[in-house]
């Protein structure tokens, strides 16, 4: 089983580049982060013709979160708990044959310190009580998306360009890795430890053509969902395409119960 996240930056604008990359990656499985459209205005007619089914969490001009699936999946829950005004769309969970997978799209932060990245820390202090959750079920379960933190320097080009961003302060970082410190394993950093790997290249600076990039996109697998994993990536060339999103798909391959 191919599964794979990808923060596309408007689905409206990147459907083109999505579809072309489903038509070449043939992914089982992806969440989709970055909509940035409403529910009802998912091109859902598009996605079906590739072959997908969907179950999207929309938002007008901002945030949403979608998961593709090959096969029919079920969806299980749509809110992360912990705050019930949190209106914003960055949660979505399905079960996929006997995997448990969960699309997100962390809270950004900036600027930071100040309100936003109080709104990320908490969020991600409610992520981590799910994620306890879901650990304990000792079943395959898969946190896919894009996180907005960077694990430590080795990924991102220029740490002296993030010095007090949000995506590397101490606070984001300790958060990511008590999650890999209670079991959960980081699939890129398992098969390729020591690469430098990136998922984004912001549009400004030239930094796709300078490779100033970060690796703010993960895959965190429960013990019993990395017990089956065979192989893990980036496709990196996406990011060279025509009107591309400035992240590119993360990937994960599981075998077959």
Same mark, same amino acid.
């Given at each position: 089983?191919?599964?794979?996240? =990808?923060?596309?930056?408007?689905?409206?604008? %990147?459907?083109?580049r999505l579809?072309?990359? /489903?038509?070449?990656?043939?992914?089982?499985?992806?969440?989709?982060? $970055?909509i940035?459209?409403?529910?009802?205005?998912f091109?859902?007619?598009?996605? $079906?013709?590739? +072959?997908? @089914?969907?179950?999207? @969490?929309?938002?007008?001009? =901002?945030?949403?979160?979608?998961?593709?699936? &090959?096969?029919p999946? $079920?969806?299980?829950d %749509?809110?992360?708990?912990?705050?019930?005004?949190?209106?914003q769309?960055?949660?979505?969970?399905?079960?996929?044959?006997d995997?448990? =997978?969960?699309?997100?799209?962390?809270?950004?932060?900036?600027?930071?310190?100040?309100?936003? =990245?109080?709104?990320k /820390?908490?969020?991600?202090?409610?992520?981590?009580?799910?994620?306890?959750e879901?650990?304990?079920?000792?079943?395959?379960?898969?946190?896919?998306?894009?996180?907005?933190?960077?694990?430590?320097?080795?990924? /991102?080009? &220029?740490?002296?360009?993030?010095?007090?961003?949000a995506?590397?302060?101490?606070e984001? &970082?300790?958060?990511?890795?008590?999650?890999t410190?209670?079991?959960w394993?980081?699939?890129?950093?398992?098969?390729?430890?020591?690469?430098?790997?990136?998922?984004?290249w912001?549009y400004?600076?030239?930094a796709?053509?300078?490779?100033? +990039?970060? %690796?703010?996109? @993960? /895959?965190?697998?429960?013990?019993?969902?990395?017990? &089956?994993?065979?192989?893990?990536?980036?496709? %990196?060339h996406?990011?060279g395409?025509?009107?591309?999103?400035? @992240?590119?798909?993360?990937?994960? $391959?599981?075998?077959?119960a």
């Open positions: 089983m191919k599964i794979a996240t =990808f923060n596309v930056n408007g689905i409206g604008a %990147r459907l083109p579809l072309e990359w /489903l038509g070449e990656a043939k992914p089982d499985v992806v969440g989709l982060q $970055e940035k459209t409403e529910t009802g205005r091109p859902l007619t598009e996605i $079906e013709a590739a +072959g997908y @089914h969907a179950l999207v @969490h929309g938002q007008k001009g =901002f945030n949403g979160v979608a998961i593709l699936t &090959r096969e999946a $079920e969806e299980i %749509r809110t992360l708990a912990g705050d019930p005004e949190d209106a769309s960055r949660w979505i969970e399905a079960r996929v044959g995997v448990h =997978f969960v699309c997100l799209y962390l809270p950004n932060g900036n600027p930071a310190p100040g309100p936003k =990245f109080d709104y /820390l908490g969020w991600m202090d409610r992520m981590a009580a799910r994620a306890a879901l650990l304990a079920s000792e079943t395959p379960v898969v946190l896919a998306g894009d996180w907005n933190v960077c694990p430590t320097d080795r990924d /991102l080009a &220029r740490p002296d360009m993030m010095e007090g961003d995506l590397t302060r101490p984001s &970082r300790s958060r990511f890795r008590s999650l410190a209670c079991g394993t980081d699939a890129i950093r398992a098969r390729q430890p020591g690469a430098e790997c990136y998922s984004y912001d400004q600076a030239g796709w053509a300078k490779n100033w +990039g970060l %690796r703010i996109d @993960h /895959l965190l697998l429960s013990p019993a969902a990395a017990d &089956r994993m065979q192989d893990a990536g980036i496709d %990196r996406v990011r395409a025509e009107r591309a999103s400035d @992240h590119v798909p993360v990937w994960v $391959e599981l075998q077959t």
